[in-house]
C-alpha cells in the first residue's frame, strides 16, 4: 500500500514570504502526484499536478519532483493570509485508480 | 471551482441510527468517489462508481455502508447502524475520469 508523509506538521510563514511544503511517497512507480487546498469546512481543491521529473510553475505555486528520492515539495511565492489552510499532497496510481493523501501541512500565513 | 453538491452539510444520529447522505456530482463527470476523512485529515477510501456501477470499495462498505448512484438521480451513501467511530467528514467527489478529483464540501456526520 503507497504510504505518502507530509512534512512539517504545521508553518507559520510571514506575509510576502515563500511557503515551503515537502511530501515523500513510498512507490516510484506513483504515477501523478497533486497538491490540493483545503479551508476550514471546505471539501480539498485541487492546485497543481505534475508527472514527470523536475519543476512546474503555476502562478505564484512552483511544484518540484524528484522520482529518484521518492520526494515532491510545493512552494507558495509571496503568501498571503488567504493561503492559510491545510494543504495535502495525494499520490495517483491510475492503474489502480487510487488516490492515497498524506495527512496534510497546515499553513497560517501572518499578516 | 467545484460544482459537487453535498447535502446535508451536518449530520448528528444517535449509535444504531441510519445515517444517510447525498452527492450530486458535476454534470458530465462519469466518475464518482466518496472518501472518509478523520479528526486527525487522515483519507480513507470507501467506494467508487463510474456510470452508475461499482468500480472499486472497501471491506468496510460491505458490510454496514451502502452506496448507489442511479441514473438521474443524486449518489447517496448510507451507513445502516451508525457508530461512534464512524464521525467523520464524509466526502463525494468526482472526476471525468483520470486526473483531478472534484470534492464537495462535505457532510459532517457526529454520531453521538
Known amino acids: 500500500q503507497e504510504k505518502v508523509q507530509q512534512s512539517p506538521e504545521s508553518l507559520i510563514v510571514p506575509e510576502g514570504a515563500m511557503s515551503s511544503l515537502n511530501c515523500t511517497f513510498s512507490n516510484s512507480a506513483s504515477q501523478s502526484i497533486w497538491w490540493y487546498q483545503q479551508h476550514p469546512g471546505k471539501g480539498p481543491e485541487a492546485l497543481i499536478s505534475i508527472f514527470s521529473n523536475g519543476n512546474k510553475k503555476e502562478g505564484r505555486l512552483t511544484v518540484y519532483l524528484n522520482r529518484a528520492s521518492l520526494h515532491v515539495s510545493l512552494h507558495i511565492r509571496d503568501s498571503q493570509p488567504s493561503d492559510s489552510a491545510v494543504y495535502l499532497c495525494a499520490v495517483m496510481n491510475y492503474n489502480q485508480g487510487k488516490l492515497i493523501f498524506g495527512q496534510g501541512t497546515k499553513l497560517s500565513i501572518k499578516p | 471551482n467545484s460544482k459537487v453538491i453535498q447535502t446535508p452539510r451536518y449530520l448528528v444520529k444517535g449509535q444504531g441510527q441510519k445515517a444517510k447522505m447525498r452527492c450530486i456530482p458535476e454534470?458530465?463527470?462519469?466518475?464518482v468517489f466518496w472518501y472518509q476523512q478523520n479528526k486527525n485529515n487522515e483519507f480513507k477510501f470507501l467506494i467508487n462508481?463510474?456510470?452508475?456501477?461499482?468500480?472499486?470499495q472497501i471491506d468496510m462498505t460491505e458490510k454496514r455502508f451502502s452506496a448507489e448512484c442511479p441514473s438521474n438521480s443524486p449518489c447517496s451513501l448510507e451507513i445502516q447502524s451508525s457508530e461512534a467511530g464512524d464521525s467523520a467528514l464524509y466526502l463525494c467527489?468526482?472526476?471525468?475520469?483520470?486526473?483531478?478529483?472534484?470534492f464537495g464540501p462535505g457532510t459532517r456526520l457526529t454520531v453521538l
Open positions: 467527489a468526482s472526476s471525468p475520469g483520470q486526473g483531478a478529483r472534484y
Open positions: 462508481f463510474q456510470n452508475q456501477e461499482v468500480l472499486q
Open positions: 454534470k458530465g463527470h462519469p466518475v
